[in-house]
T-cell receptor, first 119, second 115 residues
Framework: AQKITQTQPGMFVQEKEAVTLDCTYD???????LFWYKQPSSGEMIFLIY??????QNATEGRYSLNFQKARKSANLVISASQLGDSAMYFC????????????????FGQGTILTVHP | AAGVIQSPRHLIKEKRETATLKCYPI?????VYWYQQGPGQDPQFLIS???????DKGSIPDRFSARQFPNYSSELNVNALLLGDSALYLC??????????????FGQGTRLTVV
């Protein structure tokens, strides 16, 4: 079974500063993918960044980067130069990517972290 | 680019009625997933379809049923509604047959309120 843990219920950051949102995971699957999503109050789940378990380099997408430490089973999201519009709930999620598995693609989510950006 | 479309955005139903939620996946995506997200909770997996066949199912009551149509759109039905069914229902789509695929996009959700 897969498990995702986000230990920070809420985080605060000053506008234009960087912030790290923590995510640890547990799985027995050798092949998996890690995702980060942003969910504003409107409810839409917005895809931010993806990291595959076999990827050698940390993923980056604009102001978002994923600090992937496989041995520690952590996949922290780093947001650089925070903006007021970054205030939202952030979810870390994992999916099994083992070939042939019927659960392929199903996401398991962490509890989420509410990020508040102060001006 | 086309995204996942869900309708309606908001749905209000009375107890014991039936709710029907629709999802239109991203074109060329072969798999649809349904999740239920209660207030202040993380999304919980309900059911998924790959190539119009049910591929996986979470621990959900028999009151929940779903199907995928030939055009890959999907419908989630919730019968005999309870107050506890009030939640945000999220649909996601992905291209599972492409093992290099890294996409897992969600729609805007249907907010179901049972009164």
């Amino acid at each position: 079974a897969q498990k995702i843990t986000q230990t920070q219920p809420g985080m605060f950051v000053q506008e234009k500063e960087a912030v790290t949102l923590d995510c640890t995971y547990d799985t027995s699957d050798p092949s998996y993918g890690l995702f980060w999503y942003k969910q504003p109050s409107s409810g839409e789940m917005i895809f931010l960044i993806y990291q595959g378990s076999y990827d050698q380099q940390n993923a980056t997408e604009g102001r978002y980067s994923l600090n992937f430490q496989k041995a520690r089973k952590s996949a922290n999201l780093v947001i650089s130069a925070s903006q007021l519009g970054d205030s939202a709930m952030y979810f870390c999620a994992m999916r099994d990517e083992g070939a042939g598995g019927t659960s392929y693609g199903k996401l398991t989510f962490g509890q989420g972290t509410i990020l508040t950006v102060h001006p | 680019a086309a995204g996942v479309i869900q309708s309606p955005r908001h749905l209000i139903k009375e107890k014991r009625e039936t709710a029907t939620l629709k999802c239109y996946p991203i074109p060329r995506h072969d798999t649809v997933y349904w999740y239920q997200q209660g207030p202040g909770q993380d999304p919980q997996f309900l059911i998924s379809f790959y190539e119009k066949m049910q591929s996986d199912k979470g621990s959900i009551p028999d009151r929940f049923s779903a199907r995928q149509f030939p055009n890959y759109s999907s419908e989630l039905n919730v019968n005999a509604l309870l107050l506890g069914d009030s939640a945000l229902y999220l649909c996601a789509s992905s291209l599972v047959s492409d093992y290099m695929n890294t996409e897992a996009f969600f729609g805007q959700g249907t907010r179901l309120t049972v009164v």
